[in-house]
């Protein structure tokens, strides 16, 4: 509520005219600040049809700092002749005959509320050296409501019991209930941070054309994970202290037959120009059940199908989803996490290809200072490590991984010589960690976070 006196007076004011006030000359007459009777209007209005008010939108002349600072010392060009010492100065230094400050006089009535004295073209002229401005002022023009009184009484808000029971609510005045006003914002729940990246992933992989690959079967077989990958049995990412094995059930049985020859083969013996790993491939390594340790399994499954096609065709193909690692738990390791995948096979591809496509997608993320690494995998070659600069802890961090394919893995899927797949992949949390601000993993599943954090809040790496 406003200041009541000054409710009163503004009633005051109101009652003593035919037509109606214009709230800006109000303040200007009372000596007050115009937002001042603008609370005093919405007190007013709140009560009821006591008064009615009008919004209004006009244009007026102010001076600037600077206009304000020559209406009271003079302009420029009066303070220097001001400044002609006693003894004077040689008439070939300043020769002025008469002088007559006109700046000084046409800003003083602007000053004065006079500003339509002034042409156009002088308001203009001084507008140009930034001794006038044009401001636009919203104020009320107030005429008397239906209910108008010079006396103010509170409305009630609220019917209670005591008034029915003793029938006051008769003789009260009630204010009107508001049905259009918004209610209370409910304190609902919001997406995880985890799942507000993943659809910004999402979309930018969907703007440069990618199709999302099927990503929803965790359980895998070690053939699919592993070996057509060609990632060797006695790889130490396959024992158990790596790796979630199934006990029901615990195999799987159904594989393209052809195609688990071609893989045992260049496995154990070699082929398409690679002498292999010399040693004995097992099926019943292959046929053991896991929870998938990255989502490039899905990424064969598909290269696998894209090689059945009576003619190929180049893709494009992206995942984001879950991933298994039988880790130990602490602060930045989960058994869990999200992989980010992306895939692209045609005719041709080289290195450059690559690091120009990672160029693109992590530019759209924000991330434009790169660098690359060499780096090994067993299903890729050459491989590369992707390191971007991190402003806010001041040095180089890693943030994915990349690579392209090796022949040993797409030639035995039946893919054309000649196609080459460049790929790469990073977490989902380790961006979303960086984003957010988020200290550590056990902060980031129990979304303790602020999500207004700084993105360069410091951030512990999250091995993917």
């Known amino acids: 509520m406003a200041d009541t006196g000054l409710v009163e007076t503004l009633l005051q004011r109101v009652e003593k005219v035919d037509g109606g006030l ?3 000359d109000v303040a200007t007459s009372l000596g007050v600040d115009h937002q001042a009777i603008v609370g005093a209007v919405k007190s007013l209005q709140a009560l009821g049809d006591v008064i009615s008010a009008e919004q209004r939108s ?45 700046v000084r006089d046409k800003l003083l009535l602007v000053q004065k509320g006079q500003a339509s004295q002034l042409e156009e073209k002088e308001k203009n002229e001084l507008k140009k050296r930034k001794l006038l401005s044009e401001v636009t002022v919203k104020s009320y023009w107030i005429t008397k409501g239906s209910c108008f009184s010079t006396t103010i009484t509170k409305q009630e808000t609220e019917l209670t019991p005591e008034m029915i029971a003793s ?53 895998e ?5 592993f070996d057509s990958l060609f990632q060797p049995q006695q790889h130490p990412a396959r024992d158990q202290h790596d790796t979630f094995f199934l006990s029901d059930p615990a195999q799987a049985h159904e594989f393209p037959q052809d195609y688990l020859e071609r893989v045992r083969k260049v496995h154990s013996e070699g082929g398409f120009g690679s002498q292999g790993y010399k040693y004995d491939w097992k099926i019943e390594e292959a046929q053991k059940n896991i929870l998938r340790t990255h989502t490039t399994a899905v990424s064969a499954r598909m290269l696998y199908k894209l090689a059945q096609q009576e003619n190929f065709t180049p893709v494009k193909y992206f995942s984001i989803d879950r991933v298994f690692r039988n ?3 602490d602060a930045t390791h989960l058994a869990e996490f999200h992989q980010i995948e992306g895939v692209v096979a045609d005719f041709g591809l080289t290195l450059g290809d690559l690091m120009g496509i990672l160029h693109q997608f992590f530019n759209k993320l924000g991330i434009t200072k790169l660098r ?53 992949g990073l977490s989902l949390e380790r961006p979303t960690m960086i984003k957010y601000g988020i200290n550590n993993i056990r902060e980031l599943v129990g979304h303790k976070v602020n999500l207004q954090m700084v993105y360069d809040s410091p951030v512990c790496r999250l091995d993917s």
Not at 73 to 94: D, F, N, Y
Not at 172 to 178: A, L, R, T, V
Not at 183 to 207: S, Y
Not at 385 to 399: A, C, I, N, P, R
């Open 372 to 424: 690359f690494k060499p780096a090994y995998n067993p299903y890729t070659e050459p491989s590369m490590e992707v390191f971007s600069y991190h402003e806010g802890l001041k040095k180089w961090v890693e943030v994915g991984n990349s690579g392209m394919f090796r022949p040993e893995m797409l030639l035995p899927m039946g893919l054309p010589e000649g196609v080459t797949v460049i790929a790469w």
């Open 22 to 24: 214009d709230s800006q």
């Open 167 to 219: 029938g006051s609510w008769k003789e009260k005045k009630f204010k009107p209930y508001n049905f259009e006003a918004m209610g209370v914002a409910l304190d609902c729940g919001h997406l995880h941070p985890l799942m507000k990246v993943r659809t910004q992933f999402r979309q930018i992989f969907l703007e440069m054309g990618f199709t999302e690959m099927p990503t929803n079967n965790f359980i």
């Open 221 to 225: 077989s070690s053939f699919w994970n």
């Open 58 to 102: 006009s244009k007026h002349w102010e001076l600037t700092g600077e206009g304000c600072e020559i209406a009271e010392q003079g302009s420029h060009e009066a303070r220097v002749v001001s400044s002609i010492p006693e003894e004077g100065m040689p008439q070939s230094q300043l020769m002025v005959e008469r002088l007559e400050d006109l």
């Open 327 to 329: 880790e130990t738990l």
